[in-house]
């Protein structure tokens, strides 16, 4: 399907909207990614060590708020949170879920990361949990990676699990396979069909090394990869403490809304 042909924002937004109570659970929640639970303490473990002083933390289509409840609670102290997501229910249950956790601030934000008003070098981690694979051209992931780059403090980290593609169109098929028999064993045939007919309509996944050197291109100074199965990855990147100069074309700055 050609990129122009894939769902819009308010039809992503609508299917979330509907999807509240899995979302909430953090073992079953997201039953069709493999190694899901692994992938989420991957991250929260690489945030922790790379960026050990966390004050404001940045969960990007934070859904029900499961990553950031997960780095709060294997974190060594309280930290500031703020939640963005497409859908108003998410983000309610989010905040209700992550209340609990901590007495820091939680801020919401409904609507596009690539829209937002958001603190530049506001944040100490950001997480990005199945989320970036809704990013469309070429340009629009460097614009979106550009801006998370300049949301980052020095010494801050950025760390994402996600759908991924691969380079080479055999790999790519070996490894898709993979995930449809993956997929049959949670929930049959019918349950595979079904998984793949909404990535087909909403996303557009990249493959790790098209992220990772993007990541590069943008300003980071480390990338790291945590984990990959099939069609899954756990990755992440560093923004030096003496941040160099923000390569032509970065964002500009982002006001506090």
């Keep these: 399907m050609s990129l122009k042909h894939k769902s819009t924002n308010e039809e992503i937004r609508i299917r979330f909207d509907n999807d509240v109570e899995r979302f909430s659970n953090m073992e079953t929640g997201q039953a069709a990614t493999i190694d899901a639970p692994l992938a989420m303490e991957l991250i929260t473990q690489a945030a922790i060590a790379a960026t050990p002083v966390i004050n404001r933390c940045l969960d990007i289509g ?4 499961n990553n950031t409840i997960k780095l709060l609670r294997e974190s060594s102290g309280d930290f500031d949170c703020d939640i963005c997501d497409l859908s108003e229910p998410m983000l309610r249950r989010a905040e209700e879920r992550i209340t609990s956790e901590t007495s820091g601030a939680i801020r919401k934000f409904h609507g596009d990361i690539r829209e937002l008003p958001l603190p530049e070098e506001g944040y100490d981690v950001i997480l990005a949990a199945a989320v970036l694979h809704h990013l469309r051209e070429e340009s629009d992931w460097e614009s979106t990676f550009r801006k998370l780059y300049t949301l980052l403090r020095p010494g801050g980290s950025i760390w994402i699990t996600d759908l991924v593609t691969h380079e080479n169109e055999k790999v790519h098929a070996l490894m898709w396979q993979r995930y449809a028999d993956y997929l049959i064993s949670q929930g049959g045939k019918e349950y595979q069909e079904k998984v793949f007919t909404y ?13 990772l050197e993007l990541l590069k291109k943008v300003g980071f100074q480390k990338t790291e990869i945590l984990h990959k199965n099939s069609c899954f990855a756990a990755f992440g990147a560093i923004k030096g403490e003496q941040a160099r ?8 700055h982002f006001d506090v809304g």
């Design 62 to 65: 934070c859904g029900a708020g």
């Design 199 to 211: 990535i087909e309509q909403e996303d557009s996944p990249r493959s790790v090394t098209f992220q």
């Design 245 to 252: 100069e923000a390569p032509a074309n970065a964002a500009p």
